[in-house]
């Protein structure tokens, strides 16, 4: 169901390609983060929840990075990467997009790498009854990931809270 819906760590904006832009495709993959940091985030996020992370640690997502203002196919379509945006999840590939700049050495860097991860495991583990339901929980664990470092991410949780909501079904019965 709502399984096969992409996950954002931001807005982002599906766009048309304008005349004479390169043509879609993956980002580069100049230094991924490594194996033992994905296993190290994956652990942790099964601490934290309870979910099960066995196939996340054995088969974790696909990482690579992209610029801003580069169009990748995302949950096939494609997707102008804007400037708001850090990270994303596309869930139909289990591919993990990094928006650079990104610095395994920086905490805020690689927790948009633990927001996606949290997004892979909550969606092998369940379904959410919409597209933005798993933001609410998957920033929560972002922000305490962070605080266990000393740092204040600065989310905006009015916005996080609005894009987490469902929309309600206001039709009589």
Sequence with gaps: MLRT?????????????????????????PAVPSAELIQELTRWIGAQTGYDITRTLADPPRVSF????????Y???????????RAAYDLSDRHIYLVLPWDAANPK?????????I??????NRDWPCVGAPEWQAYKLQETWL???????????????????CPRDIHPD
Excluded: K, N
């Design 5 to 29: 819906l992409a996950i954002l760590i931001c807005l982002m904006l599906y766009l048309p390609v304008p005349a004479g832009a390169q043509p879609p495709g993956d980002c580069a993959d």
């Design 66 to 73: 992209c610029d801003t203002g580069q169009t990748i196919i």
């Design 75 to 85: 949950e096939d379509q494609t997707l102008i990467v804007d400037p708001g945006l």
């Design 109 to 117: 860097d690689v927790s948009a790498l633990l927001h996606e991860l």
């Design 119 to 124: 997004h892979d495991v909550q969606l092998i």
């Design 147 to 165: 605080a266990e470092r000393g740092i204040d991410p600065g989310f905006d949780w009015l916005h996080i809270y609005m894009y987490s909501r």
